[in-house]
């Protein structure tokens, strides 16, 4: 089908492996996000802790910039477990904002424009199609959580030395393991919102009452009825014990009063719940995620 | 000739309603038309040939692969133009269709150099870094044809692509399917429910009512067979339409005095006006003609020509055979 003769004429060119077709979903995702200044800002925003944390290990490993700066740590180890924990929550919540502000609008157009038929009527499976989209949050969220915290910890590793960074290997796997069911956690939730009401303002909305309306119900669940229940309505709060959890910080440490004391509902129940939300989002995305809607009647 | 698209006792049920009722037919046009009222199940069965909704019953196959079995590999090979809008509206009209390519599998850079060959094949080539968003309507039928071809399908699917055209953008659309059947390197399946485009463009016709077949008619084969027969309009006589038939002519009656007579060649016409004036009945009008497409419409919405649906290979003038 060369331009100057303007005739149809079929391709018969080499073909991409089918396996990665999704990746091109992600590709056009990601820079379709990109196209928007105020997203590409927030993105180097959400990177800063990062330098920041990055200056400050170096600092407190730095006789010569601490005596620069008249500053002096002492022998207190300022770089443990609840100073990463404190890290990967402040950027956690950095890219929830993130992903409130973005995952909804990657399918919520797809389906305004009624686009979806066009890429399942493609050799692209929902899954692929799900997972193309899920890939783009899942790889900014690394980006900003993560990825730079495992950073900090390797670089702590190599200034501390004297072995800290093998006696302190479990906290990598925790870092990768919090983050990581964050994540899936907030891009399921942001997708499923966003296929089920299908209009990315509402999605946005519902994804903000949920974190920050919902907690409230739970409170008044845990007055009225006078349980601890009512927490698990509370999925912040979960997240936050399965985080202290996986940092092995105590949680006697935590907040003490009643509304956000950690340790009300049991481990298991928080992890129970947190995975019992990301597969009822798959359930939702599986149900609702079709090229074709059927009406019953 | 090669099967294109085979149906056996295809059951669709969506709803709780059975949409497409045990359809069986065998087509191998190669621009095939698929018609029916609204509700007859039109879009249903494309949707059921892109796998979009799973057959309750029976068994679809597409180039003699079951669709079911076969979904990717298919899917591969067809392209999709749907009846309504289906776009991303803020991606330029090139970008769009490149994305659509890349998709179906072909690699970033020929992706590119196809999608702008699709926008000047169709004609939007002055328009391709617009955002699809804002083209007009007819603008966005042909983007959305081009999406469609940009990955040189073996089967195009189009479903009302004329669908809000003026009629010159119509003629332009209808000129561009001709044009890709031509080639001879893909097979057309248009779904319209309008007569003069699957007539001006097809080979092959399936009729379908409330999810049915009522006709499978090879229209190729009808302009091949060049039948013609005589169209009477004449005023009530008694005996004079059995005389016909004692003639040996085939012979229906339509009601107000309209005949359709098929003459064999032995029998000239002067004989018919021998009976006529034997039975007392005046000739009106007279007009040889063929049976247009919409003759053969009409006839299987009225019910008369259900007997003839499909048995594969769809037989000549099959329609015909219930005169």
Sequence with gaps: ???????????????????????????YGFSTLFESRPFTAYVVLCMLPFLVGLVFIYVVHSTAIQSLLNVRFGRTPLINNFWFLAFLSFEAWMGFLLTAWAAPGMISKDFANQSVQLYLSRPLSRAEYLLGKVSVMAGLLSCT?????LILFFVQAQLEGHGWGWDNLWL?????????????????????????????????????????????????????????????????????NVWW?????PVADGPTDRLTR?????????????????ALCVWVLNRKLKAREVVRG | MAKVIELDNLLVRLGGRVILDRLAASLSGKCIGLLGPNGSGKSTLINTMLGFYPPEGGTLRIFGKDVQRNLRELRAQIGYMPESDAFIADMTGVRFVRYMAEISGLPSREAMERAHEA???????????RKVGTYSLGMKQLAKLAQAIVHGPRLLLLDEPTNGLDPEARQRMLHLVREIRDTGEVNLLISSHLLRDIEECCDEVIILKEGRIAAVCNLEEERKANLKFLELEVTQGNGFLESVRALGCECASFGAGTLKVVLPDNIEVRQLY??????????RR??????????????????????????????????????
């Design chain 2, 119 to 129: 926008f000047f094949y169709v004609g939007l080539g002055e328009a391709r870094y």
């Design chain 1, 1 to 27: 089908m060369a331009v100057y003769k303007r005739t149809y004429k079929a391709y018969r060119g080499p073909l991409t492996p089918a396996w990665s077709r999704f990746m091109v979903l992600s590709r």
């Design chain 2, 286 to 323: 007279m007009n040889y003609r063929r049976d247009s497409l919409e003759d053969i419409f009409l006839k299987a919405m009225s019910g008369g020509a259900t007997t003839t649906a499909a048995p594969p290979p769809p037989p000549p003038r099959s329609v015909h055979g219930s005169l």
């Design chain 2, 274 to 283: 021998r009976l006529a004036a034997e039975h007392s009945v005046q000739i």
């Design chain 1, 262 to 278: 950690l340790g009300q509902v049991p481990l298991w129940a928080a992890w129970g719940t947190l995975l019992a939300v990301c």
């Design chain 1, 172 to 240: 990598a796997g925790s870092i990768f393991i919090g983050a990581m069911m964050w994540i899936a956690l907030i891009s399921l939730l942001a997708m499923a919102l966003a296929v089920w009401v299908r209009w990315r303002i509402a999605a946005t909305a519902l994804m903000m009452a949920i974190f920050f309306v919902l907690p409230g119900f739970g409170v008044v669940v845990n007055a009225i009825l006078r349980t601890r229940w009512g927490s698990l309505l509370n999925l912040s709060y979960l997240i936050t």
């Design chain 1, 145 to 149: 959580t993560w990825i730079p915290a």
């Design chain 1, 245 to 249: 959890h996986l940092f092995r910080i």
